[in-house]
């Protein structure tokens, strides 16, 4: 195994050793959301081991890939026995939704492992549309009217679309791959997608959907990191999922990503923190949800009105690779007093400077692509902070192996000037088929 601890220098090492937090983390995941974790993690001189599971050819850089699948616990659970890991670090939604820091919290040879991220109860305001707006009425978190209906409840659903102004979103209940929303411009494409999502489209994600009116505004995300009691707050992301120029075309993962989000002024500051931050709080600790992770909220601001769009039990991706490089506090050190009850005394200090993130997908992406090209110049580019996403080392070389390929985050004072050196290093890095959007932050 390389000691990876040698690329830290010699005072964060003794920093480090005088530490008690010397910790062995491991990240699950493989994504550019991974590798920005990774990069921040390995920075932070709390930090003594880091493993990335699965990883990529980026995060191999910043600490050790072991080949373990984010949803075999058992795995999971037996590596992080053997290698005494002290803090696991969950990526993606789809470990949380199946229970992760439940299964460690009754596994007593990992009980002890700080698990970032919520319990399975948490993860609902995630892993179920239906769970999350009911929570949003409950606790009074402004969100689009809605009604809920079962796959045996059709001709109802329908009657209740037949009420609703057009455009209708519908929303499969369960987790579906970022593909479970469908947003409806006439009434026979809206019985039509409500009779697929009925007969199985989505699987059992779709025995429930939700039907809520159709909210016409501007969208942005805010994030905080809580312990179930208290937050931090971390700076806004402005994402671009749309494949196309001028926010068209199939949804994808996200194409870009701009932090901080410019027309989050004040006021804007203070209706999220009083009318959805404060609320959703409120609601997690009267429901008693054991909460200690990252929680995203995907809103839409109509006119000067603030509306959760959805919940997330997670960072997001590409808002990771732009949020993380402002962060000047270390990500350890915040991640660690989710445990400690110290999470109130911590500050977030964050680079004023904007990010902006510019993603390289494979041509074809968000349908048929491949896989396997040759990924040329990454040495070559300079200035931005390149984060790998779909990628794999195979004999020397960088290969592509997804359909978002790299992130290129860039630091600057004003957002075009980091926009136009994003695109320069877009430019300057190749591969078989790339293709990238021109425009990110085009309407701020
Ligand atoms: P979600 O998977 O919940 O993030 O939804 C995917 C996308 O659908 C969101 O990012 C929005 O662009 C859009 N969307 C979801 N709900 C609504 C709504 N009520 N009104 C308008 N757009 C919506
Ligand atoms: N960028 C959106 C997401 O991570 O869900």
Known sequence: MRDFTMAKSVAQRIFAAHNRHDMKILILGSGGREHAFARAIQQSALCDELYIAPGNAGTELEGTNVDISVVDFESIAGFCSDYEIDMLVVGPEVPLVEGIAD????????????????????????????????????????????REFGKDELEEAVGYVDGLPLPVVL?????????????????????????????????????????????????????????????????????????????TGLNTGGMG???????????????????????????????????????????????????????????????????????????????NSLFDGTLGQQEVEMDP?????????????????????????????????????????????????????LAITSLADTMQEGLRQSMRNAEIIDFEGKYYRTDIGFDL
């Open 103 to 146: 299964y460690f919290m009754e596994n007593d040879a990992v009980s002890h492992v700080k698990v970032v991220g919520p319990t399975q109860q948490g993860a609902m305001l995630e892993g179920s549309k239906s769970f999350a707006k009911a929570f949003m009425q409950k606790y009074g978190v402004p969100t689009a009217a809605y």
């Open 171 to 247: 929303k499969a209940d369960g987790l579906a791959a970022g593909k479970g929303v469908v947003i409806c411009s006439s009434r026979t494409e809206a019985k039509a997608e409500l009779e697929a999502m009925f007969s199985g489209k989505f699987g059992e994600a779709g025995d429930k959907v939700v039907i809520e009116e159709f909210l016409e505004g501007i969208e942005f995300s805010a994030f905080i990191l809580t312990d179930g009691e208290t937050y931090v707050m971390l700076p806004q992301a402005k994402d671009y999922k749309r494949i196309g120029e001028g926010d």
């Open 353 to 405: 400077r904007f990010a902006t993130t510019v993603i390289l997908v494979s041509g074809g992406y968000p349908e048929k692509y491949e896989k396997g090209k040759t990924i040329r110049n990454l040495g070559k580019a300079t200035g931005s902070i390149i984060f790998h996403a779909g990628t794999k080392e195979s004999m020397g070389d960088v290969l592509t192996a997804g359909g978002r390929v």
């Open 257 to 335: 990503a701009i932090s901080p989000v410019p027309f989050v002024n004040a006021s804007v500051m203070d209706k999220l923190v009083k009318e959805v931050i404060e609320p959703t709080m409120n609601g997690i600790r009267q429901e008693g949800i054991d909460y200690k992770g990252f929680l995203f909220i995907g809103l839409m601001r109509v006119g000067e009105q603030l509306y959760v769009i959805e919940y997330n039990c997670r960072m997001g991706d590409p808002e990771t690779e732009a949020i993380f490089p402002r962060l000047d506090t270390d990500l350890v050190r915040l991640m």
